[in-house]
T-cell receptor, first 110, second 115 residues
Framework: KAGVTQTPRYLIKTRGQQVTLSCSPI?????VSWYQQTPGQGLQFLFE???????NKGNFPGRFSGRQFSNSRSEMNVSTLELGDSALYLC?????????FGPGTRLTVL | GDSVTQMEGPVTLSEEAFLTINCTYT??????LFWYVQYPGEGLQLLLK?????DKGSNKGFEATYRKETTSFHLEKGSVQVSDSAVYFC??????????????FGKGTLLTVNP
């Protein structure tokens, strides 16, 4: 089975712009979660989607949003980018308690 | 709320040395416990897991035992290799896999193994 894929792998944006990241889960996995990884805060949970519905949300501002499509692919959107949004954004899919992670999208905000 | 505390790194060892990375947790109920590994420039890979007290997870020579009495899940390997150099994350999930599922991670421990 192919693993979790994320596109793009690298992204450079400027403050105030918005960005959309994409994630394709492992075939058959209906749950997709997003995490932010930074040197200062470590790995933090953003949200989880299951069958196109957001089931759980972390403690992030409303600028961070997401959605899931009927084929389980997910997108994450960040509006009005700030310098502090520079991070590695990881997507993970699961069918049970084991989450499988993609390689991440490295977002740099200038 | 849930939290995970890992020993701070970096940890530097010689090849074939014994490895221990300490991990303790605070959680409601009976969490599932995990160790993930992250190689440079990559995402996280699940290394091992345990879902109930006294369970031992193992993979690739790594082991960790779920100790409920000490709320710990320490990672061990008897003989490390240069290829084990990576960042190791301890994590927990208080949910058994249904809704409201999320992983809570420790800060990570950088391991460097020298030949």
């Amino acid at each position: 089975k192919a693993g979790v894929t994320q596109t793009p792998r690298y992204l450079i944006k400027t403050r105030g712009q918005q960005v959309t990241l994409s994630c394709s889960p492992i075939s058959g996995h209906r749950s997709v979660s997003w995490y932010q990884q930074t040197p200062g805060q470590g790995l933090q949970f953003l949200f989880e989607y299951f069958s196109e519905t957001q089931r759980n949300k972390g403690n992030f501002p409303g600028r961070f949003s997401g959605r899931q499509f009927s084929n389980s692919r997910s997108e994450m959107n960040v509006s009005t980018l700030e310098l502090g949004d520079s991070a590695l954004y990881l997507c993970a899919s699961r069918a049970s308690i084991k989450q499988f992670f993609g390689p991440g999208t490295r977002l740099t905000v200038l | 709320g849930d939290s995970v505390t890992q020993m701070e790194g970096p940890v530097t060892l010689s090849e074939e040395a014994f490895l221990t990375i300490n991990c303790t947790y605070t959680a409601t109920g009976y969490p599932s416990l995990f160790w993930y590994v992250q190689y440079p420039g990559e995402g996280l890979q699940l290394l091992l897991k345990a879902t109930k007290a006294d369970d031992k997870g193992s993979n690739k020579g790594f082991e960790a035992t779920y100790r409920k009495e000490t709320t710990s899940f320490h990672l061990e390997k008897g003989s490390v290799q240069v290829s084990d150099s990576a960042v190791y994350f301890c994590a927990l999930s208080s949910n058994s896999g249904g809704s409201n599922y999320k992983l809570t991670f420790g800060k990570g421990t950088l391991l460097t193994v020298n030949p």
